[in-house]
Nanobody, 124 residues
């Protein structure tokens, strides 16, 4: 069984920063791709960023490119999302996801495991 636990969400003013963390447990993730998604009520879950667990290849949605950075710490089995220059439209529940292959994909259906989500609210 794979467990993903997100943390680090909260309330921040526009222009501020937050760092989300995702702690993974349950198996070895060296061959996994990890992703961050976000969702607001009434909308589909949206791809934000992804990283290969080994190798470090990353991919970002256009809406966050240049502002968000995804990274990993293999020793801690953790993935992070550094979010800078936050905007009110970044407000959402952010989810960590794991995919049981090395290939990065940007669709939610391509991921096998999900965390419970963490709320990020950006005030104007």
């Amino acid at each position: 069984q794979v467990q993903l636990v997100e943390s680090g969400g909260g309330l921040v003013q526009a222009g501020g920063s937050l760092r989300l963390s995702c702690a993974a447990s349950g198996r070895t993730f060296s061959s996994y791709a990890m992703g961050w998604f976000r969702q607001v009520p009434g909308k589909e879950r949206e791809f934000v960023a992804a990283i290969r667990w080994s190798g470090g290849s990353t991919y970002y949605a256009d809406s966050v490119k240049g502002r968000f950075t995804i990274s990993r710490d293999n020793a801690k089995n953790s993935v992070y999302l550094q979010m800078n220059s936050l905007k009110p439209e970044d407000t959402a529940v952010y989810y960590c996801a794991a995919r049981n292959t090395r290939v990065i994909v940007t669709t939610a259906t391509g991921y096998d495991y999900w965390g419970q989500g963490t709320q990020v609210t950006v005030s104007s």
